[in-house]
T-cell receptor, first 115, second 114 residues
Framework: KAGVTQTPRYLIKTRGQQVTLSCSPI?????VSWYQQTPGQGLQFLFE???????NKGNFPGRFSGRQFSNSRSEMNVSTLELGDSALYLC??????????????FGAGSRLTVL | GQNIDQPTEMTATEGAIVQINCTYQTSGFNGLFWYQQHAGEAPTFLSY????GLEEKGRFSSFLSRSKGYSYLLLKELQMKDSASYLC???????????????FGKGTKLSVKP
């Protein structure tokens, strides 16, 4: 069973640019969550999508946005990049609640460097 | 506010036992998770506690006390490959079936020495 796939794995951007990151969840998982990981703050929740709808949102500015497609794949976008946006962006998927499981499975992440 | 505390770093010897503590203060509680993260890799799930007590899974055990807002991860018979960061996370809500929002501690970097 394939895991959570994130692309690209590494990217470098300059301040003011925008970036789009992609996440393909485990087959059958309809919930996709996004996290930002930095050395100073650890993992912080960005947002969660389920059935193409944003179900939950963390405390990030509106420059951070996301969406989910009908096949459960998700993208997140960061506009007007700032130096502080340099981080590892992790995507996680989880199975239906009806399955009884509550575990998030993470992808390997997309490492963004803003210069 | 929401707060999860765990030690920043720990060092232990191969073959020994180490306990990593986690204390939390959250507005709600709907389960506590431990994840392991090797440098440059994805966090991987280790354990889940929602009721008080000890959950054992091979060399790893996790304990929860909800009244004290406290958990620990116990690693036995340490191996070099256990050198990693260990992340404590709490799910503080279950609104409308939402399960993706975990509040993470900053992680404990464990170094296992020969």
């Amino acid at each position: 069973k394939a895991g959570v796939t994130q692309t690209p794995r590494y990217l470098i951007k300059t301040r003011g640019q925008q970036v789009t990151l992609s996440c393909s969840p485990i087959s059958g998982h309809r919930s996709v969550s996004w996290y930002q990981q930095t050395p100073g703050q650890g993992l912080q929740f960005l947002f969660e999508y389920f059935s193409e709808t944003q179900r939950n949102k963390g405390n990030f500015p509106g420059r951070f946005s996301g969406r989910q497609f009908s096949n459960s794949r998700s993208e997140m976008n960061v506009s007007t990049l700032e130096l502080g946006d340099s981080a590892l962006y992790l995507c996680a998927s989880s199975p239906p609640l009806s399955s009884g499981a509550n575990v998030l499975t993470f992808g390997a992440g997309s490492r963004l460097t803003v210069l | 506010g929401q707060n999860i505390d765990q030690p920043t770093e720990m060092t232990a010897t191969e073959g020994a036992i180490v306990q990593i503590n986690c204390t939390y203060q959250t507005s709600g509680f709907n389960g506590l998770f431990w994840y392991q993260q090797h440098a440059g890799e994805a966090p991987t799930f280790l354990s889940y506690n929602v009721l008080d007590g000890l959950e054992e899974k091979g060399r790893f055990s996790s304990f929860l006390s909800r009244s004290k807002g406290y958990s620990y991860l116990l690693l036995k018979e340490l191996q070099m490959k256990d050198s990693a960061s260990y992340l404590c996370a709490v799910r503080d809500q279950n609104y409308g079936g939402s399960q993706g929002n975990l509040i993470f501690g900053k992680g404990t970097k464990l170094s296992v020495k020969p």
